[in-house]
């Protein structure tokens, strides 16, 4: 089993900027993709970046040029710098890692966590 602990949430006032950070622990064998999903109240869980083992790299349109997705292999981490902070960013922001061998692989989630926009 993996778990996975997520910090850096929090209220942060509109063109503010906030990193996320999600911490893989227990038995891992490689992290494949790293993933960063949100869910606003009364919408959908959305995937808003992502990170291959290999670095490259992917954003939902509405956060592309304010968020950087990154990772630390050594330290099993991924971060979301999330930077010029809209009101619609709003949501919990929830990690997902994939976890395992090239043939065989799970996907975890983070327990999320609350990021808030408002002045």
């Known amino acids: 089993q993996v778990q996975l602990v997520e910090s850096g949430g929090g209220l942060v006032q509109p063109g503010g900027s906030l990193r996320l950070s999600c911490a893989a622990s227990g038995s891992i064998f490689s992290i494949y993709d790293m993933e960063w999903y949100r869910q606003a109240p009364g919408k959908q869980r959305e995937l808003v970046a992502s990170?291959?083992?290999?670095?490259?790299?992917s954003y939902a349109d509405s956060v592309k040029g304010r968020f950087t997705i990154s990772r630390d292999n050594a330290k099993n981490t991924v971060f979301l710098q999330m930077n010029s902070l809209k009101p619609e960013d709003t949501a919990v922001y929830y990690c997902n890692v994939e976890e395992g061998k090239s043939w065989s692989r799970t996907r975890f989630w983070g327990q999320g966590t609350q990021v808030t926009v408002s002045s």
């Open positions: 990170i291959t083992i290999g670095g490259r790299t």
